[in-house]
């Protein structure tokens, strides 16, 4: 059984930095593409950041590019978003999410929330002064 297990979120003021975690277990999350996407209320789940398996690339949305950066730590199974100068644009409840079969999605699938397969419980990030 797949388990998503993020942490990490909290308050923080515009321009500061956080670091989400994504706990995974139940799968190798160095052999499955994984993402980070984020929700606020009223509205659909934005892709953020996702990473291949077999590389470590990332890859952005238009937003968070040259601020934020996945990365993923295989001797300890959990992605992490390093995200720095941070925007009340920002806030949100962020998810991990793992692809459900060990093909890499294409673009065009990626940046889709229903593509993915896995979902964590999700974790607040608030950035207000």
């Known amino acids: 059984q797949v388990q998503l297990v993020e942490s990490g979120g909290g308050h923080v003021q515009p321009g500061g930095s956080l670091r989400l975690s994504c706990a995974a277990s139940g799968r190798t999350i160095s052999r499955y593409a994984m993402a980070w996407f984020r929700q606020t209320p009223g509205k659909e789940r934005e892709f953020v950041a996702a990473?291949?398996?077999?590389?470590?690339?990332?890859y952005y949305a238009d937003s968070v590019k040259g601020r934020f950066t996945i990365s993923r730590d295989n001797a300890k199974n959990t992605l992490y978003l390093q995200m720095n100068m941070l925007k009340p644009e920002d806030t949100a409840l962020y998810y991990c999410?793992?692809?459900?079969?060990?093909?890499?999605?294409?673009?065009?699938?990626?940046?889709?929330?229903?593509?993915?397969?896995?979902w964590g419980q999700g974790t607040q990030v608030t950035v207000s002064s």
């Open positions: 990473i291949r398996w077999g590389n470590s690339n990332g």
């Open positions: 999410a793992s692809w459900g079969t060990a093909n890499n999605p294409i673009m065009s699938t990626m940046t889709r929330a229903m593509a993915w397969d896995y």
